[in-house]
C-alpha cells in the first residue's frame, strides 16, 4: 500500500496533465474532420471518432499497466524488446497487408497493427541500455558501431517496408547522442549531409562536387596550409580533370563530368597523401578523407533519389524544393492543407464550420493532416495554443530528464524528447509546406490505435522511470 502511495506522489503530474488535455484535444478535432450529420454522437464507434475514444480507453489502460510494472523491468528486458519488435519488423514484411503503398501493417479481422510504431520506443529502450552501461565510451569504434546497429536495424527494415517516413524518425537519437557526449562536429557533418542532399537535388551532381572541392580549399587554408600549395593542388586538379576531358570526348567513353572529377581527385590523392605523410598533416587527411566521402554521399542521394524513392515520393520531394509544381497531383494535398490553414484566420471559423473539412478537400485529414483541422476551426489562436502544449511537453521532458541519477532513464527520457519533436516538427512542416510529405503523425492528435498506443508507451515508461528517479539503474 505504501509503494502505491508513494508511486502516486512521485509521478509527475504535470506530463500527465499534458498527455491528457493533448490527447483530448486531439480526440475533438478528428469528431470535426470527418464530422457526419448522420452519425452526429461523438460516442459512434461505427465512426472514426468513435474508434478514437476505444484507442483512449486502451491507452488509458496501458498506461496504468506500465506504471504497476516495476522500474527495474525496462533496463532488464531493454534487449528481448528491441529483438521482439524486429522480429515482427521481419514478419511484416511477410505477412504484412498494404496500406498506402507500405507493407507495414498486420490486419487482425478488422483491426490493424502497425510495428513499426512500437518499434520507436524498444529502440529507445535498447540504446538507453547501451549508452548507459559501466565505463562507456561512446568515441570508440566499437561504441559507435554498435550504437549505430541498435539504430540502422530497425531502420533499415522499416524503410524495406517503404515506410520512409517513420525509418527517418531514427535519425534524431542523433541528438540524444550528441546530450551524451558526441562530438559537434559529427552535428555538423550530419547538417552539411542535409545541404548536399537538398543541393545535389536541385542541382547537377558535378555542380555540388564543385562546391565540396572550394570548401576542402577553404579547410586547407584554415588549418594551416599555404594558398600557394593549395593554388598548386588546384592546378593539378584541374590539368587532371582537363585530360580527362578529352580523353572522354576522343575516345567515345561518355563518363559524365561527375564522374571525371572524382577520377581526378582519386588520381591526385595519391601525391597529396605523400605530401600530407612527409609534412606530418594529419588534419589535411582528414579533410581528404571528407572529400571523397561526401562525393560518395552526393552520387548516393542521386542514385537512391532515382532508384530507391518511388515516384510520388520523388514527385513530394521536388514539389517541395520548387523543382516543379503540380498543385494537382502530388502537391495537391500541401496546397489544400494551407488553403485551410489560411483560410482559418487569426481565430478560425468555429467548430465544425471549417469548410476545406466539411467538404474533404484535404485527404488524410484526421491522420496525417489533423493539424490543418485545428488551423482552418481555431485559427492562429487555436494552433499557437497546440504547438505551445507540444513544446511545453517537450521542455518538460527534457527537464525531468536533466533530474535522474540513473544515466539509463535520462538517456531514455532525451530519446522521448527527440521523438515527440520529429514528429511535430515534420507533421506540422508537412502541412505547411516546409517539409515533404512522409507520412507521419502527429503525436496525441493524429487518428489511429498504434500511434496514440506507442506514443502512450513511450511516455509513460519514462514516466514510471522518474517516479524512481532516485534508483540507479543498469
Known amino acids: 500500500m505504501n509503494r502505491r502511495v508513494s508511486l502516486i506522489k512521485n509521478l509527475d503530474w504535470i ?24 452519425h452526429q454522437s461523438i460516442l459512434d464507434a461505427t465512426q472514426r471518432y468513435g474508434k478514437q475514444l476505444i484507442w483512449i480507453g486502451a491507452a488509458i489502460f496501458i498506461a496504468i499497466i506500465i506504471l504497476t510494472i516495476e522500474s527495474k523491468f525496462y533496463s532488464a528486458f531493454a534487449y528481448p524488446t528491441l529483438i521482439v519488435m524486429i522480429l515482427l519488423l521481419l514478419a511484416v514484411l511477410v505477412f504484412g497487408v498494404k496500406v498506402n503503398g507500405a507493407r507495414s501493417w498486420f490486419q487482425l479481422g478488422s483491426i490493424r497493427f502497425q510495428p513499426a510504431e512500437f518499434a520507436k520506443f524498444a529502440t529507445n529502450l535498447a540504446i538507453a541500455r547501451y549508452l548507459s552501461q559501466y565505463n562507456f565510451k561512446i568515441h570508440k569504434i566499437k561504441s559507435l558501431f554498435i550504437t549505430g546497429l541498435i539504430l540502422f536495424t530497425p531502420a533499415v527494415l522499416i524503410l524495406m517496408q517503404n515506410d520512409t517516413g517513420s525509418a527517418l524518425v531514427y535519425s534524431v537519437f542523433i541528438l540524444v547522442l550528441y546530450r551524451e557526449g558526441l562530438s559537434g562536429f559529427v552535428l555538423l557533418l550530419a547538417l552539411l549531409a542535409a545541404i548536399f542532399f537538398v543541393f545535389t537535388l536541385i542541382y547537377s551532381s558535378f555542380t555540388v562536387a564543385i562546391l565540396i572541392v572550394i570548401i576542402a580549399a577553404i579547410s586547407l587554408k584554415m588549418i594551416g596550409i599555404q594558398i600557394k600549395q593549395i593554388a598548386i593542388a588546384f592546378a593539378l586538379l584541374a590539368g587532371s580533370f582537363g585530360t580527362l576531358w578529352l580523353i572522354n570526348k576522343g575516345t567515345g567513353l561518355q563518363l559524365g563530368n561527375f564522374s571525371l572529377l572524382v577520377i581526378s581527385i582519386l588520381l591526385n590523392g595519391i601525391p597529396f597523401l605523400v605530401y600530407i605523410y612527409r609534412n606530418k598533416i594529419k588534419n589535411a587527411a582528414l579533410v581528404l578523407l571528407l572529400v571523397i566521402g561526401s562525393l560518395l554521399y552526393t552520387f548516393s542521394v542521386s542514385y537512391i533519389f532515382e532508384q530507391v524513392l518511388e515516384p510520388h515520393q520523388q514527385q513530394r520531394i521536388n514539389e517541395l524544393l520548387g523543382i516543379q509544381s503540380d498543385p494537382y497531383g502530388a502537391g495537391y494535398n500541401v496546397n489544400q492543407s494551407k488553403i485551410a490553414i489560411g483560410s482559418g484566420g487569426f481565430n478560425g471559423k468555429g467548430f465544425l464550420n471549417g469548410t476545406q473539412t466539411k467538404f474533404n478537400f484535404v485527404p488524410e485529414q484526421s491522420t496525417d493532416f489533423i493539424f490543418c483541422t485545428v488551423g482552418e476551426e481555431w485559427g492562429f489562436l487555436g494552433s499557437a495554443l497546440v504547438l505551445i502544449l507540444h513544446l511545453s511537453l517537450i521542455l518538460r521532458l527534457i527537464f525531468l530528464s536533466e533530474r535522474q541519477r540513473s544515466s539509463f532513464s535520462r538517456i531514455y527520457g532525451y530519446g522521448v524528447a527527440a521523438i515527440l519533436f520529429f514528429h511535430i516538427a515534420v507533421n506540422v512542416g508537412m502541412t505547411i509546406g516546409l517539409a515533404p ?14 500511434s496514440l498506443w506507442s506514443f502512450t508507451i513511450l511516455l509513460f515508461i519514462f514516466l514510471r522511470l522518474d517516479a524512481n528517479r532516485l534508483e540507479l539503474l543498469r
Open 15 to 38: 506530463t500527465i496533465l499534458l498527455y491528457a488535455i493533448l490527447v483530448f484535444l486531439g480526440w475533438i478535432n478528428i469528431y470535426a474532420a470527418v464530422y457526419n450529420e448522420d
Open 437 to 450: 510529405v512522409i507520412g507521419i503523425p502527429l503525436p496525441f492528435f493524429s487518428y489511429g490505435g498504434s
